[in-house]
């Protein structure tokens, strides 16, 4: 299996802008995660989906975020506009069950 | 709320001595427990984890993890750090009480260190 991927790796922009990122999970697995990682905040949830379903979104960070999830293989992020604050690594992961959760490579934003 | 808290930044140790990276953590209900490794530009690498049993999880890379539910910690070991073992650590948790509470919550995260 090819993992979690996501795309782009690296994204840069201007303020502004319509950024979106892109996960596609392991296949079969029934529950997707988007985590932000900053050097100030850490790591931390956004929102996640199980079975295709937005579960908990409490921790997207204002209006200016949306997820959606339409299908089992594929989910997008996207902020619009975008702001230089939201210059984050944004993570992926899927997870079969209650199991662990495998993450992708992540993509690196630049808000400029 | 749950939370996790990895009160060392950074950890060092010699290439051959045993390594420990230390975690706490507070749930409502039982814990679901996790560690993480993250190398430079990559993203996390699943190690262990604790679900339920022996108190002793073994994982990948020759770590292991120590589940004490009285001292409400789980804390990384490896019996001979490699230089290789070099990276940035992650405790997780999880509440197995449902409700939605779904998501791992993270510590900031230990930097590894190993000197040769």
């Known amino acids: 299996d090819a993992g979690v991927i996501q795309s782009p790796r690296h994204e840069v922009t201007e303020m502004g802008q319509e950024v979106t990122l892109r996960c596609k999970p392991i296949?079969?697995?029934?529950?997707l995660f988007w985590y932000r990682q900053t050097m100030m905040r850490g790591l931390e949830l956004l929102i996640y989906?199980?079975?295709?379903?937005?579960?908990?979104d409490s921790g997207m960070p204002e209006d200016r975020f949306s997820a959606k999830m339409p299908n089992a293989s594929f989910s997008t992020l996207k902020i619009q506009p975008s702001e230089p604050r939201d210059s984050a690594v944004y993570f992926c992961?899927?997870?079969?069950?209650?199991?662990?959760?495998?993450f992708g490579p992540g993509t690196r934003l630049t808000v400029t | 709320a749950q939370s996790v808290a990895q009160p060392e930044d950074q950890v060092n140790v010699a290439e051959g001595n045993p390594l420990t990276v230390k975690c706490t953590y507070s749930?409502?209900?039982?814990?679901?427990l996790f560690w993480y490794v993250q190398y430079p530009n990559r993203g996390l690498q699943f190690l262990l984890k604790?679900?339920?049993?022996?108190?002793l999880v073994k994982g990948s890379y020759g770590f292991e993890a120590e589940f004490n539910k009285s001292q409400t910690s789980f804390h990384l070991k490896k019996p001979s750090a490699l230089v290789s073992d070099s990276a940035l650590y992650f405790c997780?948790?999880?509440?197995?009480?449902?409700?939605?509470?779904?998501?791992?919550?993270f510590g900031k995260g230990t930097h590894l260190i190993i000197q040769p």
């Open positions: 992961a899927s997870r079969y069950g209650q199991h662990e959760q495998y």
């Open positions: 296949s079969g697995h029934n529950s």
């Open positions: 989906f199980n079975n295709n379903v937005p579960i908990d």
């Open positions: 749930v409502s209900g039982n814990p679901y």
């Open positions: 604790y679900i339920t049993g022996d108190n």
């Open positions: 997780a948790v999880r509440d197995d009480s449902g409700g939605g509470a779904d998501g791992l919550t």
